[in-house]
Structures are given as structure tokens and as C-alpha cells.
């Protein structure tokens, strides 16, 4: 099949390009800037805001992967519309079969944030073309780059104590990048009637503030918290952004997501893709294991 990958320099998109090769497809990647891209598959310019772009970049394909989320935009909920109502359309028109869409867990009978508000919109407008669309709910997903992971293990290494908000108690169920991927890739062909959407996660239920002292310990640190009830989302957006690499925007929608419990509801995936995904300890490994990886090689680039 030809496979348009919108989000191929992305944290997702980077890994999902190459294991969509490995699987017999050819990849056309979508970027702003091809000139750059260095990964899999042949790069084409488009932009998931520009109409034109996207005919030319979806002309021939058979599906497409829709990775795209501006959360470090202020306007991010109506940009995220705006662009999911134009590939829509241009899907529609290029005759894909199947739109494959990355959104947010979170139980729809719970007080949503804007930003899990915002990916159960995308997931409404893209289909409003006609075209059946795939989704798969992740929360929190590890990987070397992923902000929320990235938050997870800065937070660690920067803080041997830290006084936390009450956001810290919320279940979530985490999930390694490469079950992610194993995931995107499997729902491809797999025989999905129409639009459904699919809980994704790992094999464990942890709170957060588990997923920091399980890093810890992986990391043999020692690690102190305290939560305080009274530390608000403007507060901890501020307080992420000195201790962490994480922007105030960005940092801002991650905490109001994390007063959502977000955990698998239904398992249905498990058998439409059946494999044993990693538990918490496995994903940080790999996750600590891929950075280590980049360091080395970035110092046998300076030498």
C-alpha cells in the first residue's frame, strides 16, 4: 500500500515511517521542510493547513497516518480543527481508504481537558470527509523525545525532592513508543468496518507519581515527594518550565490532562493486534537505553 505519513519528523512519525517500511509499504513523508527530512520513506512537502499540499502529497495513496497536535500553540484546540477539517476534505478527495488517527485515552463521561476535548474533536473531523477513520488512545506514552516522557525523567534527574500537585495521584496506564508503533502498523489491514476507536496501553496502572519513583529507582536515585493540594495548573505549568526543558504552554495542557484519569477501558485491541505489550520498567529501559545510544554517538561525531 502507499502510505502518507502526516507527522513523519515527529516523535511517532520518525519510528513509525521505517516499521511501515519494514512491512511492505511504500511511505511518502509528509513535512515542511523535505529538504531536512532524513528518515524513511520519500520526503514531500505539505502542510496539514494548506488544501493544495495536501492533494499533491495524498495523490495515489491508499491511507494515511494523521500524527499532527499543536500544543504549544495558545490556540491550539482551533488550529487542531481547522487543520483536521482541511485533510478531511483532502482525503475525501484523493479517495483513501483509511485515515489512521494517534489520539488521547480519557473517559468521555469524565470533565475532559481542552486538550483531550481537542483530540476527540480531531477524531469527529476527520472523518466528516466520508473517510473511515482509525483511532488508537494512548496516555502516556515512553520514548526517548516524548514530552511527557521527557517531563517524567527531567523531573527525576533534576529533583531529588520536589513538592508536587495533587495531579501527581492520577491513574494512567503508560505505554512504550514501540507498542505504539506496533499498534499503528497492525490497524493498517486489520479488518476495522467503518470508523472505531481503540484504548491503547501498557500492562500496568500506575499513578504518577509511581512512574517517578519507578524511575528513580531504575536510575538509583533516591526521590522525595510531597504533594501539595494547593499548587495550581497556571502554578505547575511555570514550575515545569524552570525544572524541565518543557515549555509553559505545552506544560500547561499536559497538567490539565493529568486531573483526567486516563486508563484502557476496552481491551478490544489486544485481539485485533494480539502481542504482549512492555511493562513500565521494559519501556523507561529502552527509552534510557535510546538516549545513551544518541549521546554516544553524538560524542564520537565531536571526537
Known sequence: ?????AGSSGFVGRRLCPALEQAGHVVVAMTRRPETYTGAGTPVR???HDAASLDRALAGADAAYYLVHSLDDPDFARRDADAARTFAAAAARASLRRIVYLGGLGDDADKLSAHLLSRREVEQLLG????PVTTLRAGIIVGH?????????QLVEHLPAMITPRWVRTRTQPIGVADVVRYLVGVLEAPVD?????DIGGTEVLRYVEMLRRVAAIEGRTMIV??????????????????????VQ???SLVDSMSNEVVVRDAAIRELVPFEPMDYDDAVL?????????ARARTKVRA
Not at 467503518?194 to 481503540?198: D, I, M, N, V
Not at 505549568?237 to 525544572?243: F, K, N, P
Not at 529502552?286 to 545510544?293: M, S, Y
Open 145 to 153: 523525545g516524548g514530552i511527557s516522557w521527557e517531563m517524567t525523567r
Open 226 to 247: 510531597v504533594p501539595v493540594p494547593l499548587l495550581t495548573p497556571r502554578l505547575s505549568s511555570r514550575w515545569l518550565s524552570v525544572v524541565t526543558s518543557v515549555d
Open 46 to 48: 505539505a502542510d496539514v
Open 194 to 198: 467503518g470508523s472505531r476507536a481503540f
Open 128 to 131: 466528516s470527509g466520508g473517510v
Open 286 to 294: 529502552q527509552a534510557l537505553g535510546e538516549r545513551a545510544k544518541q
Open 250 to 252: 505545552t506544560g500547561r
Open 1 to 5: 500500500m502507499r502510505i502518507v505519513v
